[in-house]
């Protein structure tokens, strides 16, 4: 079965501390796989994929293939990092979102 | 560009009424989905279409019917509404499957 599962629902931090959101994929073959991020009032939005090994924001996420996860990590956060953060993955013939983790930076 | 586009914004139904939620993208892509944002359940795919004249169901495609008849237009009709169809619905779309997804604002709907 493809699946994303993201196993936390909230992360609160405070500002300057490390950030990780966890996600895990189930996908026979090379996986395709997304951040998406929701700020209050905006709409959802890539953040990064992993084929382009980008850092945005400086977020970073790296595909562990052993593990089957591609968690999303931040050294410092900021307080507007705080958002909703949706892991996703390409399937046969859509997109498979997890259900997403609400990340709150306290300053 | 307008990019993707919802309308209405908000929508309060009655249980057994019918409406349409609308959705335009001007970018000319092939693929558009509809999703469902619950508390607690993060997006699920309810229809998706991988060109004109071609829809799909999703996770939870029950009580909602989809056409795409244009590149530009996909909207989903709910039939009979229930109060379990209270969420917030995002239409989207991208180039291809994996591409980056371009979603609309969404509309809020209740259903009483």
């Known amino acids: 079965a493809q699946r994303v599962t993201q196993p936390e629902k909230l992360l609160s931090v405070f500002k300057g501390a490390p950030v990780e959101l966890k996600c895990n994929y189930s996908y026979s073959g090379s996986p395709e796989l997304f951040w998406y991020v929701q700020y209050s009032r905006q709409r959802l939005q890539l953040l990064l994929r992993?084929?382009s090994r980008e850092s945005i924001k400086g977020f970073t996420a790296d595909l562990n293939k052993g593990e089957t996860s591609f968690h999303l990590k931040k050294p410092f956060a900021q307080e507007e990092d705080s958002a909703m953060y949706y892991c996703a993955l390409e399937g046969t013939d859509k997109l498979i979102f997890g259900t997403g983790t609400r990340l709150q930076v306290f300053p | 560009n307008a990019g993707v586009t919802q309308t209405p914004k908000f929508q309060v139904l009655k249980t057994g009424q019918s409406m349409t939620l609308q959705c335009a993208q001007d970018?000319?892509?092939?693929?558009m989905s509809w999703y469902r944002q619950d508390p607690g359940m993060g997006l699920r795919l309810i229809h998706y279409s991988v060109g004109a004249g071609i829809t799909d169901q999703g996770e939870v495609p029950n009580g909602y019917n989809v056409s795409r008849s244009t590149t530009e237009d996909f909207p989903l009709r709910l039939l009979s509404a229930a109060p379990s169809q209270t969420s917030v619905y995002f239409c989207a779309s991208s180039l291809t499957i994996g591409g980056e997804q371009y979603f609309g604002p969404g509309t809020r709907l209740t259903v009483t």
């Open positions: 992993h084929i």
């Open positions: 970018m000319n892509h092939e693929y």
